[in-house]
């Protein structure tokens, strides 16, 4: 079981160091990744924050894959003490369903 917690951690300050880098250069600052489910910690946060807007992404599953994962973005719109905006990922034109 600590071998499985010592390579969580290590996943996390990689995904951590890596959002840093890439996000540092735009002015913004990421400081820490919470363990847990995904909807709640950016609740909890949003709260810590004082946020006054909560801009996410959502993938869009339909049918099973959103009845069996769930909806991050939903949870968060029902959950979050302030606005949230839910960006739909692109899609490139071949990929789009006619």
């Known amino acids: 079981m600590q071998d499985i ?3 969580l951690d ?4 990689a995904i951590l160091e890596k ?3 890439k996000l ?8 820490t990744i919470s363990p847990g489910y995904a909807a709640d910690e950016i609740v909890k946060a949003a709260t810590r924050f004082r946020a006054d ?3 996410m992404g959502s993938r869009g599953l339909t049918g099973m894959k959103r009845m069996f994962l ?3 973005s939903n949870r968060v719109t029902r959950h979050a003490h ?3 905006l839910v960006v739909r990922t692109f899609l ?4 789009l369903k006619v």
């Open 19 to 21: 959002a840093q880098k």
């Open 5 to 7: 917690q010592q390579r």
């Open 92 to 95: 490139p034109p071949q990929k």
């Open 82 to 84: 302030c606005s949230v």
């Open 70 to 72: 769930g909806s991050v």
């Open 53 to 55: 807007l909560i801009v």
């Open 10 to 13: 290590h996943a996390r300050m």
């Open 24 to 31: 540092r250069p735009q002015g913004v600052h990421v400081e």
